[in-house]
């Protein structure tokens, strides 16, 4: 498996370290799952953006949320 390597003063991995061991996790997981939490926020912002920007462009393509769920055969009572 490809490894990272990050750089951090004495006092930031003293930081890191004592964050870890009040949440009761190994550093190397709590880093690896804040670092993908927060870059799966910027990446559905992103896409956000970009839906939004292809409504702006053309509003006509969007449909009610209930037709959606239809069209996908999902049952909103269901979920």
């Not at 990272?4 to 004592?18: G, S």
């Not at 949440?23 to 670092?35: A, N, P, T, V």
């Amino acid at each position: 498996m490809p490894k990272l390597i990050i750089e951090v003063t004495e006092e930031e991995k003293a930081f890191l370290e004592e964050v870890a061991k009040i949440k009761g996790e190994d550093l190397g997981d709590l880093l690896k799952d804040q670092l993908f939490e927060s870059f799966e926020d910027i990446y559905d912002l992103h896409a956000a953006e970009l839906g939004s920007e292809e409504y702006r462009k053309n509003p006509e393509m969007a449909i009610p949320f209930e037709e959606y769920m239809k069209k996908m055969n999902i049952d909103p009572e269901k979920e």
